[in-house]
């Protein structure tokens, strides 16, 4: 049996904790919480969308017995099903970003990850980019970190892997 981290919780209190993070990860797409939270909920979260991927009745079953909102399961199983179709795993990054200033916990944010396969056309704006903004014609592989959309521009800054 895997170890499980108890976060000083009881065990139906940290249970509904988890699925309620789980479910505002899925709706929101990101959240911050503490480290250890984050971790877990990364675990699970994992766990949701390669169910949602099986998109089987019993996969949908067990979904709905964890997650909580059926705009939710919905996102879950038609949304990122879809979004993560050709990805083996991995669909959430945990960025570590601050020390909370009441008690000092290590905070992160937990994200999904947007992949993109195919950018063509687009403006991109970089440390390495010339006066011009060269417009790229294609990555094959590149993850996009943020999106931000500023009135007729849509900028992207992304890591590039080819």
């Known amino acids: 049996?895997?170890?499980?981290?108890?976060?000083?919780?009881?065990?139906?209190?940290?249970?509904?904790?988890?699925?309620?993070?789980?479910?505002?990860?899925?709706?929101?797409?990101?959240?911050?919480?503490?480290?250890?939270?984050?971790?877990?909920?990364?675990?699970?979260?994992?766990?949701?969308?390669?169910?949602?991927?099986?998109?089987?009745?019993?996969?949908?079953?067990?979904?709905?017995?964890?997650?909580?909102g059926d705009d939710v399961i919905h996102k879950l199983f038609s949304e990122m099903a879809y979004r993560y179709?050709?990805?083996?795993?991995?669909?959430?990054?945990?960025?570590?970003?601050?020390i909370r200033v009441g008690d000092a916990a290590p905070m992160a944010y937990i994200e999904t990850v947007v992949f993109a396969v195919q950018i063509e056309g687009l403006i991109v704006e970089g440390p390495n980019m010339n006066q011009n903004n060269v417009i790229v014609q294609e990555f094959r592989v590149g993850f996009v970190d943020s999106v931000e959309l500023c009135s007729d521009l849509v900028l992207f800054a992304f890591r590039c892997h080819m």
């Open 85 to 98: 179709k050709d990805r083996a795993g991995g669909y959430t990054r945990m960025l570590r970003t601050r």
């Open 1 to 68: 049996m895997t170890k499980f981290r108890k976060l000083n919780r009881p065990t139906g209190h940290r249970m509904s904790m988890l699925r309620t993070m789980v479910s505002q990860l899925i709706k929101h797409e990101r959240i911050e919480t503490t480290v250890a939270k984050a971790k877990e909920i990364r675990r699970l979260a994992d766990n949701m969308v390669q169910l949602g991927k099986e998109g089987s009745l019993c996969a949908a079953r067990h979904a709905t017995a964890f997650v909580r």
